[in-house]
């Protein structure tokens, strides 16, 4: 059973910075992407940076230039790098994999931005 791993949240000023990860585990097969995508109270869920198979990325409106997503081959692990915080990133981030028919999500790391 695929399972994902989240870290790297917490609280941070604005203009900080904060580096979640991803670790997936279990069997995975026909992997497509994975990424981030984040929900604010009272907000739908929205997309916020993915990395597919080829390393071709889509990174949010919102976010472009500030936000980076990579990721370990080896190891199915994907890093979201943000810099520049600002307080409408406060938010819970989830993690998603696609993988065949498998659209699996983490449990969420809450990301508070305020000073």
């Known amino acids: 059973q695929v399972q994902l791993v989240e870290s790297g949240g917490g609280v941070v000023q604005p203009g900080g910075s904060l580096r979640l990860s991803c670790a997936a585990s279990?069997?995975?097969?026909?992997?497509?992407?994975m990424g981030w995508y984040r929900q604010a109270p009272g907000e739908q869920r929205e997309l916020v940076a993915i990395i597919t198979s080829n390393d071709n990325t889509n990174i949010g409106d919102s976010v472009k230039g500030r936000f980076t997503i990579s990721r370990d081959n080896v190891k199915t692990t994907v890093y979201l790098q943000m810099n520049s915080l600002k307080p409408e990133d406060t938010a819970v981030y989830y993690c998603?994999?696609?993988?065949?028919?498998?659209?699996?999500w983490g449990q969420g790391t809450q990301v508070t931005v305020s000073s």
């Open positions: 279990g069997s995975i097969f026909n992997f497509y992407a």
């Open positions: 998603n994999l696609q993988a065949g028919e498998l659209s699996k």
